[in-house]
């Protein structure tokens, strides 16, 4: 399993040609206690940084990007029940939704933990 990041604060678990993707704990810090989110629907299917999404707090509403291109193929139905596991387990139970890659080279733009953590500084 990879796990990369983006400049939006995306995090993307990646296995064979599916990635999990969530926000990232500097996102869920900045937006303070998440309220709402909007998921993209199951067959969707979005090119790399189009708006997939939206996740709103008690600050502030942001867009959830796609990371790389490809096709939505779950949602986390629980993160929708209880957006506050966005917060409470931002990298594990508060997932955002999966996607089927369609074009696997565009994972090499993105960052490793290293890079994104110097990146969020």
Not at 17 to 38: C, E, K, M, R, S
Not at 58 to 67: E, F, G, S, T
Not at 101 to 117: I, K, V
């Amino acid at each position: 399993m990879t796990v990369k990041y983006t400049e939006d604060h995306e995090w993307l678990k990646i296995e064979g040609n599916i990635a999990t993707v969530g926000i990232t704990v500097h996102a869920q810090d900045a937006l303070g206690d998440v309220v709402f989110v909007d998921l993209p629907a199951v067959g969707a299917t979005f090119a790399q940084k189009e708006t997939a999404g939206v996740v709103e707090s008690v600050k502030a509403a942001a867009d959830v990007y796609m990371p790389v291109s490809g096709e939505v193929t779950e949602i986390n139905e629980a993160l929708k029940a209880d957006p506050s596991l966005a917060n409470s387990d931002p990298l594990g139970a508060g997932w955002f939704f999966k996607i089927k890659l369609s074009d696997p080279s565009q994972l090499d733009a993105l960052m490793d933990e290293t890079r994104y953590t110097a990146f969020a500084a």
